[in-house]
């Protein structure tokens, strides 16, 4: 067969009528197990799938949890890792959808994304760090949160206490002139990350300098500039702490073009811990988000929402990863 099967050709290769594949497929009483067995099994043969929207129409649910975020990166990977695992075993199905790819533009893409999928395609909907507070008909989880407690449900580390921790690292190796490059603004996450780097930089007796600041974003493309700024400085840090560790990457490669060997004339520690770190040469020095589990504990709580249950804020502990790109200044 070279078309997509239909119900009618279930029901002729089963030999039983297209309202008792109906049933058996939609999982209605009516059916006698035995004739139950023999239409899934033709069904399994052949092939046979319904209509997402036809099926949500029916029933008001339709088995799928959707993963939304703004482009399939390597964060995203690795949290979608954690959900499709956690879903094994299930009745779920679930959908990745990256919003700003098809849309053309980042800011607002959830909620664009959410209309379009929300109450026909899927049940529910884990999104990655949003760009607004996202809205819709289906319970939300949010990874990397927009918003605070009054927005969705929420899984994300303990951003303060990871990136002090980082700091802390660079400043227990001898570092006092240490930059940020940090990452979106918009984001609690980089808010956070920005306490707690200014916090262990208090805790020391280093003085905060806001030229040793620099944007960067949470893309490679969006921190070229800040980590030119930061290396521009007539008295440049001796050591970063980016924000996350695509920036941490982009920053390594900036200080390459300029020849500035790392660590030995520059340390710098990332935050994620994603594959690419430890691909690096070097590896990079980070702060490691649980992302596998993050996208499982996502699910968790979606599930029970689903079922009835109520939202919750859920924060997990983040660890220092030392690899080798940090090193005491060269005196």
């Not at 997402?52 to 979608?80: D, H």
Request: without cysteine; glycine residues 8%.
């Amino acid at each position: 067969m070279n078309r997509r099967p239909t119900i009618n050709d279930v029901a002729h290769a089963a030999g039983v009528s297209v309202a008792t594949v109906s049933k058996a497929v939609n999982g209605r009483d009516g059916v006698a197990p035995a004739t139950l067995a023999h239409v899934l099994s033709v069904v399994e043969e052949l092939g046979y799938a319904s209509s997402l929207v036809a099926t949500s129409m029916r029933r008001r649910r339709t088995n799928v949890i959707g993963v939304l975020v703004a482009e399939f990166e390597p964060f995203a990977l690795q949290l979608l890792r954690g959900v499709s695992t956690e879903l094994q075993g299930t009745r779920f199905d679930v959908m990745a959808y990256a919003g700003s790819v098809s849309a053309g533009k980042h800011r607002g893409w959830e909620r664009r994304s959410l209309s379009r999928l929300a109450g026909t395609l899927i049940d529910g909907a884990i999104v990655v760090t949003p760009t607004t507070t996202p809205e819709a008909a289906v319970p939300i989880v949010a990874i990397d949160p927009h918003e605070g407690p009054d927005g969705p449900a929420t899984v994300s580390v303990i951003n303060v206490d990871g990136a002090r921790a980082a700091t802390e690292h660079l400043i227990s190796l001898g570092h006092r002139r240490i930059g940020h490059l940090r990452g979106r603004t918009d984001l609690i996450s980089a808010q956070q990350r920005e306490q707690g780097y200014r916090e262990a930089l208090e805790a020391a007796g280093i003085p905060f300098d806001p030229t040793l600041v620099a944007d960067g974003g949470y893309r490679a493309a969006d921190s070229t500039a800040g980590a030119h700024a930061l290396l521009d400085l007539a008295d440049r840090p001796t050591a970063v702490f980016a924000a996350n560790d695509l920036s941490a990457i982009e920053l390594l490669r900036v200080a390459a073009e300029r020849g500035l060997r790392v660590p030995d004339e520059l340390s710098v520690i990332g935050f994620d811990d994603i594959s690419e770190a430890a691909a690096h040469v070097p590896q990079l020095s980070t702060v490691r988000q649980p992302l596998a589990e993050m996208g499982a504990a996502a699910v968790r709580l979606l599930l029970r929402m689903l079922d009835g249950g109520e939202r919750e804020d859920i924060r997990m502990p983040a660890e220092l990863v030392v690899r080798e790109t940090t090193a005491p200044p060269r005196r």
